[in-house]
């Protein structure tokens, strides 16, 4: 399971989403599928803008979701105020709107990367 923590906040602003997921499709196109899709979380919905020290808060939540087990929920978003222009077909996305239990494979390790 890869999971992508982009220092910036998916369903934020409706062009630097699509910006971004862009961005997500092109670097993972034809690497998930439906059972394993890629996991998409942000830490400015909780935290704010941190600008300098973005990427440190990145790799913060990331060492919370693997002690923990989960990828917390963003906080703006509902099941219902997903930005429908987002292509989330490309690469099987989840963008959770509730915390995400991470399941573990134990002959695949966890890897995330911090945009």
Known sequence: ????????????????DLIEIQGINDVFK??????????IGASKSCIGHTELIAGLIGVLKTLGT???????????LTKDNMNPALDCTVVPLLIPHENVFLK???TK???TLVL
């Open 109 to 111: 390790p966890l890897r």
């Open 1 to 16: 399971m890869i999971f992508v923590l982009p220092t910036s906040e998916i369903a934020g602003t409706s062009l630097g």
């Open 104 to 106: 573990q494979d134990q």
């Open 30 to 39: 034809s690497s998930h599928t439906a059972d394993s899709p890629l996991l």
């Open 66 to 76: 693997f002690t923990d087990g989960a990828v917390p929920g963003l906080v703006q």
